[in-house]
């Protein structure tokens, strides 16, 4: 019942609305209860029944005489009420409800009848009346009573009140019922639309769902669109990804075929060929096995395989230990490297992963700046920012190259020459 957003609104609007009610009810309750005046109406309706109910015997004995208690007896019935007819001796001569009621015998003649008031008398079974009595133009008194409740406000709230509220509230509950069609249309339409079109993208992750409706609809719908962006994002890095590394792989594969081809048919004759044809391959061959590492590395990095594993760390002795590896490397280049390390605080991190990644940079480094060039290595910071920076007197990264350069297999040298400082990307 409650599984869409129009049914939840019409069940919320129909609780308000009972709740309301309830409350009314207390209210008239309570006020029933501490208004004399209200708690008189029941005495007010019986003199009122009574003035009516003489009024159309008086009119019958003048008219019709011989069908008094054929008049009484529908009046009563109408009335919902008990009319006697009585002489002054107290003599009960009619009685509208003898062949329902039980007897009521009282003497018309006392004057507690006739002080203005209404009475009460009891049947022969104990049961409790409410009357008046009124003089008749032919001598005779007619006594109009009425079924005495046990709890006359509870009466008068079920006679006089309950109809109207109850009318009060289906009246309610429709205008509920027709504010609630408005408003879910009005709240569910934008959410239909974007159920609609998810269903009809088919996978096409350029459809937008269209920003209306309620904030939060609203909010919902920017959100949508914002992963949608995400997923075409991630499905164009994918497929850069894929077409990156099938032309990593299939550049040394290459290499590696034709040379061993060619040593297979014995193309290399002399044997400085065959050297330099081994090289080449054994070069491709480290250069696909790195390849494939960082793959697997990047793997389990994105898949959360890889789990971190943080400790104190020192920066200054990871960077201390990056410049040892390569040390031979640069002497060989003849490249100075200058270091400013500043004591900073240990930090919470995984050494390896740290290593690798200022590894990285200064492997770069020294990759690409030239002979007698000069590298420089700086660490500083404080409690809440360390700063590690790795720069070299290379050709530098040209502007349009800056935003690329963390895409994966992603190399500045456009020429992609085939040497040994060729890499895989930063």
């Not at 006020?31 to 004399?36: A, G, T």
């Not at 390390?341 to 050494?351: I, K, T």
């Not at 994966?408 to 020429?415: A, G, H, K, L, N």
Request: aromatic share 6%; glycine share 6%.
């Amino acid at each position: 019942m409650t599984s869409t957003v129009r049914s939840r609104l019409w069940l919320s609007y129909v609780i308000v609305i009972f709740l309301i009610v309830v409350i009314v009810v207390i209210g008239i309750l309570f006020s029933l209860v501490r208004n004399p005046v209200i708690r008189q109406s029941s005495n007010i309706r019986l003199f009122s029944l009574a003035q009516t109910t003489v009024n159309r015997i008086e009119r019958t004995l003048r008219t019709n005489p011989n069908r008094l208690e054929e008049s009484i007896q529908i009046e009563a019935r109408a009335r919902n009420a008990r009319v006697l007819l009585v002489d002054s001796s107290g003599r009960l001569l009619f009685d509208s409800a003898a062949d329902s009621h039980p007897a009521i015998i009282f003497d018309v003649s006392a004057d507690r009848y006739w002080d203005g008031a209404n009475f009460s008398v009891e049947d022969s079974a104990n049961g409790e009346w409410s009357g008046v009595i009124r003089p008749l133009s032919n001598g005779q008194f007619a006594a109009i009573l009425l079924d005495r409740p046990r709890f006359p406000l509870v009466n008068l709230f079920r006679d006089d009140v309950l109809g109207p509220i109850a009318i009060a509230g289906v009246l309610a509950l429709v205008f509920a019922l027709l504010i609630t069609l408005g408003f879910s249309k009005w709240i569910t339409q934008p959410l239909q639309r974007m159920a609609h079109t998810a269903t009809s993208s088919r996978g096409d992750t350029r459809i937008r769902m269209q920003v209306a409706g309620p904030r939060e609809v609203q909010e919902v719908a920017a959100a949508f669109n914002d992963l949608l962006a995400r997923v075409e994002a991630g499905q164009s890095s994918q497929q850069a990804f894929l077409a990156n590394i099938s032309h990593e792989l299939k550049t040394p594969l290459t290499s590696i075929q034709g040379f061993a081809q060619a040593i297979k048919e014995g193309t290399l004759q002399d044997a400085a060929a065959v050297s330099q044809a081994g090289d080449v391959i054994y070069t491709e061959a480290d250069r696909m096995s790195r390849l494939v590492m960082q793959l697997m590395t990047l793997s389990r990095l994105e898949s959360g395989v890889t789990e971190l594993k943080f400790q104190p760390v020192d920066l200054g002795e990871i960077v201390k230990n990056i410049i040892g590896r390569h040390q031979l490397q640069a002497a060989e280049k003849c490249i100075a490297i200058d270091l400013d390390l500043q004591p900073v605080p240990l930090v919470e991190a995984d050494g390896d992963q740290m290593s690798q990644v200022i590894g990285n940079l200064v492997d770069n480094a020294v990759k690409y700046t030239p002979q007698a060039g000069r590298i420089g290595i700086s660490l500083a910071g404080d409690d809440r920012d360390i700063t590690i920076a790795v720069e070299d007197s290379g050709p530098g990264i040209a502007q349009d190259d800056l935003e690329r350069i963390f895409e994966r297999f992603y190399q500045v040298d456009s020429s992609r020459r085939r040497d040994q400082s060729r890499g895989v990307g930063l």
